[in-house]
């Protein structure tokens, strides 16, 4: 493994992943939008909040399985939609997708991969696909039809994307989604020839620069660059409706990501969608944006269990886990955590990072005094 060897905890994969790829690379994953407010605000509400530990609890046997639709997982959460997951490594996705399949928890494929889905369907597990409503959407219907077509459980709707990130990172590092080549990026590729070699070149050998694999002809061949695809993905041209469309064209599981308001989630669930991602985008979109767990409480209570409720953006830790499900949620999401592990190591990296989160939910779990992920409630939470 290498100098996975050394890797303890999420954070020393994530420096592994910084030292491995291109600076532009790194600080699209890693980064959140403008100031970087509410990237941080995540963090920070995590951090702040205090368990409560349990003692001469029979601890001996912890089980850290969950309930996820209906079907089991090893853990209370889900690997999140990353659109940068291949260039982090060769066809990242895939490497997400096997070491989720292997660790028996659901990985979700974005609409934006550079892993086409079906290749993606070939691995097994639990799949659900990520859907952006493109301009046409005629063309993101026949997209989620290819995805059920593929065998993908849940459709992920993400909706909050406004007018576009303002994402001065990308700008100063030269650095677009797809990948494209120019003198700042250039650069940065011949300061990292490790990934240079075994990212880029690969793809080069084996099709040309990396492309969204998923997007219809027209906006996969004919369009480079984020300015020009950013044009396909008009989001002032949606509405509830399209949650009634979707709802009629897709038989499995509904889940619209992006929701941090109650009345919103309440709407999402009257429109037919089965569960909600309190979700805000990772600190990448609107940085004025309160914490996903700030909001959580209030979420939770407006959708009265008619609904699953989901919580993304910001676990680092398992203890974090617990503190998303005490707080309400009903599993997690796990963005950069799990693309870290895959940025520093592929599969087996990304394999190495839930194994860390789920090492450091049993001890949490055992601290707490809940043997079961069903005990853990606002009970273990200090308040103050």
């Given at each position: ?13 994530r ?11 790194f ?26 530990n ?7 046997k ?25 260039l982090?490594?060769h066809?990242?996705e ?11 928890v ?8 550079n ?121 002032d ?11 009629d064209?897709?038989?499995?599981k ?14 999402a669930?009257?429109?037919?969608a ?13 940085d ?17 269990k008619?609904a ?12 974090d886990?617990?503190?998303?499900l ?11 955590a799990?693309l ?9 990296g ?5 194994a860390i ?19 853990i409630?606002?009970?273990?939470l200090?308040?103050?």
């Open positions: 493994m290498g100098r996975l060897d050394h890797c303890y905890n999420i954070a020393d994969l420096e592994v992943a910084r030292k491995r790829l291109p600076r532009g690379v600080q699209y994953l890693d980064l959140g939008t403008e100031d970087m407010v509410a990237l941080g605000n995540n963090r920070r509400f995590l951090q702040e909040t205090k368990l409560l349990r003692v001469l609890v029979d601890v001996s912890i089980d850290t399985s969950a309930s996820i639709f209906g079907a089991p997982a090893s853990l209370p959460m889900a690997v999140a939609p990353t659109g940068i997951a291949g982090t490594w066809e990242g895939l490497e997400l997708a096997r070491a989720a399949a292997a660790a028996g659901p990985f979700t494929l974005a609409t934006g991969s892993t086409a889905m079906e290749k993606i369907a070939e691995v097994g597990g639990r799949r659900w696909f990520q859907l952006y409503m493109w301009r046409e959407k005629q063309l993101s219907y026949e997209l989620v039809k290819r995805a059920h077509a593929a065998g993908f459980e849940a459709l992920i709707w993400t909706v909050d994307i406004g007018l576009g990130a303002n994402r001065e990172h990308n700008k100063r590092n030269g650095f677009n989604t797809p990948y494209e080549a120019n003198l700042k990026s250039m650069i940065d590729m011949a300061l990292h020839p490790e990934w240079m070699l075994t990212v880029m070149a690969r793809y080069l050998l084996t099709g040309g620069m990396p492309r969204h694999e998923n997007y219809p002809p027209q906006y996969r061949d004919k369009m480079t660059g984020a300015a020009s695809q950013a044009k396909a993905l008009r989001a041209a949606v509405s509830w409706d399209d949650v009634n469309r979707l709802r064209i897709w038989p499995g509904l889940i619209i990501k992006g929701i941090m308001r109650p009345d919103d989630a309440c709407m669930i009257e429109r037919g089965d569960g909600i991602v309190v979700s805000n985008h990772g600190g990448r979109n609107l004025s944006a309160p914490s996903t767990l700030d909001v959580l409480p209030g979420i939770v209570k407006a959708v009265d008619r699953a409720v989901i919580v993304d953006s910001g676990v680092r830790r398992g203890s886990l617990v503190k998303c005490a707080l309400g949620a009903d599993f997690a999401l796990t963005g950069r799990t870290y592990g895959a940025a520093a190591g592929g599969q087996a990304a394999a190495k990072a839930i989160l789920k090492d450091e939910l049993r001890r949490t779990m055992s601290y707490v005094g809940c043997p079961t992920i069903g005990e409630n606002g009970d273990v200090w308040r103050g």
